[in-house]
């Protein structure tokens, strides 16, 4: 005589998330097959990451991740039935970096060292002011040239596995430029009118270097000096 036996599996969906992937900033969507079967329920579950690390929708099998940590974080995806289980593995590596071009100045120079912050990537300096002279665009720390009056305006823009960060650092250089006295004069009287360069921004002032003389409006671009 024979007898049967009887198999059952109980093993739920096998469960698969999608392919691995690397992204550049902390929230991304992660995507696993949905538990379909008759008692399955799926749930996601952090691996590697810090307690900031936030599944939104933990019991769906499509969910935002929030607050990821720089490089590797891993979360696992669980189909379960009232007996058995399955899982898979996604691993999320955050590449974010950030750029940091440094502070602000004043300066009273056409020339200037400028001075990046370096974490992660390789970084370039850039420009949008016409003219400037940037000696060693590819390291963080340059000396610039050639300065306009005004601001002066340099970016620091940094990359990194296909990620990237720009910041800004505005030079302000409050050096005067092309300053003249007006031409040289001989004279046959007590008194003569100046002319020098209308200063615009910021203020001028005569001074006697040699001889002696007084100015009519020491501080005006055009006055008269006698004596």
């Keep these: 005589f024979y007898n049967d036996i009887n198999f059952t599996s109980l093993l739920p969906t096998i469960a698969a998330t999608q392919a691995d992937k690397a992204v550049c900033g ?44 720089p ?69 963080a720390n340059s000396p610039v040239s050639n300065l306009v009056f005004g601001n002066n305006n340099f970016q620091w823009v940094v990359t990194y596995n296909g990620c990237t960060d720009v910041d800004e650092v505005i030079i302000r250089s409050d050096l005067p430029r092309n300053v003249s006295a007006g031409s040289d004069q001989n004279i046959c009287a007590g008194s003569t009118n100046l002319s020098g360069t209308n200063p615009g921004t910021g203020t001028g002032l005569w001074q006697v270097t040699g001889g002696a003389g007084t100015f009519a409006s020491a501080t005006s671009n055009q006055t008269t000096v006698s004596g």
């Design 26 to 69: 902390t929230s991304t969507q992660i995507t696993a097959n949905p538990a379909l079967g008759f008692g399955e329920s799926g749930l996601w579950t952090k691996v590697v990451g810090s307690s900031g690390v936030v599944i939104v929708e933990p019991t769906n099998f499509q969910t935002q991740v929030n607050n990821l940590d």
């Design 71 to 139: 490089g590797v974080n891993v979360f696992r995806w669980t189909i379960s039935n009232s007996q058995c289980s399955t899982s898979d593995l996604i691993f999320i590596t955050n590449d974010e970096v950030f750029a940091d071009a440094g502070q602000d100045q004043v300066i009273c120079t056409d020339n200037y060292s400028i001075s990046a912050n370096v974490t992660t990537g390789a970084g370039v300096w850039l420009s949008t002011t016409p003219g400037v002279i940037i000696a060693s665009s590819a390291t």
